[in-house]
């Protein structure tokens, strides 16, 4: 692979890393909005002992379940992306033997 090629491929996995680093952080907060409101739904529930509040608080805690896988998948995408970026780098520094 030619360095220019190595370079854009760098650029390029660099650039997601940036935008993957900043959806984290989005979901970070996201994440403990929901998480916090999920807490909130549970206490409710216990000491209302509705029917509905126990809804509520499953839903919320759903949705607060949901949020953590994305941020998981985030989190598996950022390390490949880190993978990748040290293969290009490697590549850049150690030239493959011809």
């Given amino acids: 692979m030619s ?6 491929r760098l650029t390029e996995v660099t650039e997601r890393l ?8 989005v979901l970070d907060e996201q994440l403990a ?9 549970r206490i ?3 000491v ?4 509905l509040a126990d809804k509520e608080h499953h839903e919320a805690q759903r949705h607060a379940d949901t949020m953590g896988r994305s941020r998981a998948a985030v989190l598996s ?8 970026q040290d293969e ?5 520094v150690v030239p493959e033997a011809r």
């Fill in 18 to 25: 940036k935008r993957a680093r900043q959806e984290l952080a």
């Fill in 3 to 8: 360095r220019s090629l190595i370079e854009r």
């Fill in 88 to 92: 290009l780098l490697d590549r850049l």
């Fill in 48 to 51: 209302s002992e509705t029917p």
């Fill in 77 to 84: 995408a950022i390390a490949e992306l880190k993978r990748a």
């Fill in 33 to 41: 909005a929901l998480s916090e409101a999920a807490d909130d739904a």
């Fill in 44 to 46: 409710r529930a216990l």
